[in-house]
């Protein structure tokens, strides 16, 4: 069975530049999470859906930050305009009981 | 922010001894989680214990958990040069699917 999939794996951009990540869940997985996880640090959920619905997005910065998962699979988070300390590693993982599933992450480096 | 607080935050031992890991967190919990992560990759789950659990067991894996304390412990034994990576607790909050983690412990393993 695949695994969480996410690309692409490095992004290097420059500030105020718009960046995208893409995940892809293990199949028949309901729900997606979207983690921000800083160097040195454990994870820290930006949005949790439950299908296409987003039911916990309190840690998001929606003022430059937005994802969608249109269809309740695959999902984008997206940034506009990224900023210096965006630089981090962004994870996607998916979860059908307690148990989540990650993938390997999408490295952001903002210069 | 960081629910929990892992300790010590970097260990190194030699191959063959037990490694000892600690956690505290700040709130009820439904259960607690601890994941692996190796360098560069995603997180890999490697245990729950649920509130009303106190100890279980996975292969070389040992886990407590002290909700008096609000604190959990696991223990590898004979450790494996293999098992170097950073560990990482966990905790499903009441009320909320979505994992809050703590900072991690370092361990690496010298064959």
């Known amino acids: 069975e695949a695994g969480v999939v996410q690309s692409p794996r490095y992004k290097i951009i420059e500030k105020k530049q718009p960046v995208a990540f893409w995940c892809n869940p293990i199949?028949?997985?309901?729900?997606l999470y979207w983690y921000l996880q800083n160097l040195g640090q454990g994870p820290e959920l930006l949005i949790r859906?439950?299908?296409?619905?987003?039911?916990?997005d309190s840690q998001l910065p929606k003022d430059r930050f937005s994802a969608e998962r249109l269809k309740g699979v695959d999902s984008t988070l997206k940034i506009q305009p990224a900023e210096l300390g965006d630089s981090a590693v962004y994870l996607c993982?998916?979860?059908?009981?307690?148990?989540?599933?990650f993938g390997p992450g999408t490295r952001l480096l903002v210069l | 922010s960081q629910q929990g607080e892992e300790d010590p935050q970097a260990l190194s031992i030699q191959e063959g001894e037990n490694a000892t890991m600690n956690c505290s967190y700040k709130t009820s919990i439904n259960n607690l989680q601890w994941y692996r992560q190796n360098s560069g990759r995603g997180l890999v789950h490697l245990i729950l214990?649920?509130?009303?659990?106190r100890e279980k067991h996975s292969g070389r894996l040992r886990v407590t958990l002290d909700t008096s304390k609000k604190s959990s412990s696991l223990l590898i034994t004979a450790s494996r040069a293999a098992d170097t990576a950073s560990y990482f607790c966990a905790t499903a909050n009441t009320g909320r699917r979505a994992l809050t983690f703590g900072s991690g412990t370092r361990l690496q393993v010298q064959p």
């Open positions: 199949s028949g997985h309901n729900t």
């Open positions: 214990i649920r509130s009303n659990e």
């Open positions: 993982a998916s979860s059908q009981g307690e148990t989540q599933y």
């Open positions: 859906y439950e299908n296409e619905e987003a039911v916990d």
